[in-house]
């Protein structure tokens, strides 16, 4: 054998060793790419398998957000840094198809709500002033991004463990948060297209400032107005007919402090009344509308102040037919009394004014000498008569 001969030979045996050793079997390593006939067959390393389901989990569709967080509760304090204190509260944990990444707390403040604090655990908190009062709520991360429906509020106080502590020495300035709002009603104000409800005044040790609204959204709780006093009403335009909306309402002060929102209250977007037909120079509109059952009659009405001028103080009087024989039960929003054959109504102090343009609503509860329910004769506003729409 020559020397090119011998040459080859060894870079042959060189070649073959090389390729026994790529992998742990002759076959694996030789057969790294199979046959087409062997292609449904061939091993598939597991480290491959494994990315590859990681890939069809990331790329698969994922539509749906997290449940909504729920049995939110007080929980014990985690730490205490500082004689601060610290709100705290514990969920139970959201569920979605790929899996929760976390969750967010978002914290009531007297601009709205803000984040306060993020997790991935199912307690979270923040630190506050000690003893004070603060309301919360939870939303839940997937891990594309999507939101849960937020959790319904909670309020706890800022506290230095299991139980709230002791008051420590008062702050200068206002620290007293308004009574929490009470008594909403939805359909106040029934001629409006959308969303109307009313509620109680708050309290407060200095004044009442102003009163927020908040809607619930698929995501949040978003402020959608504020009323200052004396109004008490709030309405929405621009709702779906027909559909639910649930509000809460927070009262504050001019020292920054917030109430405990009110109870929740799910009101009803509705059409609203057709527009009265414009009277001749008369001051006031009112709309009347009745229920009856048996000899009960109840009585809404809508008083609007078509004059040029606010109305500062109010006396509505209802005049029905003397052969109607209505007879006065009780009433709402107005201090209410017979007049002869029919009622009047004395405002109360938080309706007392009735701008140019805006409107208030009242109504009573009467007995009637029975068959056809009675309409009124006439309205009258401080004793000038009002048109009817």
């Known amino acids: ?49 494994s990315g590859a389901a990681v890939a069809a989990v990331s790329g698969a569709a994922d539509d749906a957000p997290p449940t909504r967080p729920g049995g939110l509760r007080p929980c014990p304090v985690p730490f205490a840094a500082n004689p601060t204190g610290y709100a705290s509260i514990c969920w139970a944990a959201s569920s ?43 939303v839940a991360r997937d891990l594309a991004g999507h939101l849960s429906p937020p959790s319904a509020l909670i309020t706890v106080p800022a506290t230095l463990g299991m139980t709230p502590t002791s008051s420590p020495t008062p702050l200068p300035g206002d620290h007293v948060p308004p009574s929490r709002p009470t008594g909403l009603r939805d359909a106040c104000l029934q001629d409006y297209p959308g969303v109307t409800f009313c509620w109680q005044p708050s309290t407060d040790n200095v004044a009442v400032t102003a009163y927020d609204v908040y809607r619930e959204t698929a995501t949040a709780y978003s402020r959608v107005g504020t009323v200052l006093p004396p109004s008490l009403n709030f309405a929405e335009p621009g709702l779906v007919v027909g ?52 000899p009960r009659l109840d009585a809404e009405l809508v008083v609007r102040n078509t004059g040029t001028a606010p109305v500062d103080g109010w006396t509505l009087t209802v005049d029905y037919p003397a052969a109607a024989a209505v007879r006065l039960v009780s009433g709402w929003s107005a201090n209410w009394t017979q007049a002869g054959a029919g009622v009047a109504g004395v405002n109360k102090q938080w309706n007392k004014v009735i701008g140019v ?17 009675p309409s009124p004769a006439s309205f009258a506003l401080n004793g000038k008569t009002c048109a009817t729409g």
């Open 1 to 49: 054998m020559g020397a090119v001969g011998l040459t080859l030979g060894f870079l042959t045996l060189a070649l073959f060793l090389a390729a026994l050793a790529i992998g742990p079997t002759g076959r694996t390593a030789l057969a790294s790419v199979p046959a087409a006939h062997d292609v449904a067959h061939a091993t598939v390393p597991a480290a491959a398998v």
């Open 96 to 138: 979605d198809d790929t899996g929760v990444a976390g969750y967010d707390l978002y914290r009531l403040d007297p601009d709205g709500f803000v984040l306060a604090s993020s997790t991935t655990s199912t307690i979270g908190g923040f630190s506050g002033e000690l003893n004070r009062l603060y309301t919360m709520y939870v």
């Open 243 to 294: 559909q639910r909306y649930t509000y809460v309402v927070v009262a504050k002060d001019a020292g920054g402090n917030v109430s405990v929102p009110s109870d929740p209250l799910s009101a009803l977007a509705r059409e609203g009344l057709p527009s009265p037909t414009p009277s001749s120079g008369a001051p006031c509109t009112v709309t009347y509308r009745a229920t009856t059952g048996g």
């Open 357 to 373: 343009g805006s409107q208030t609503q009242v109504g009573f509860t009467a007995t009637y000498g029975g068959g056809a329910p």
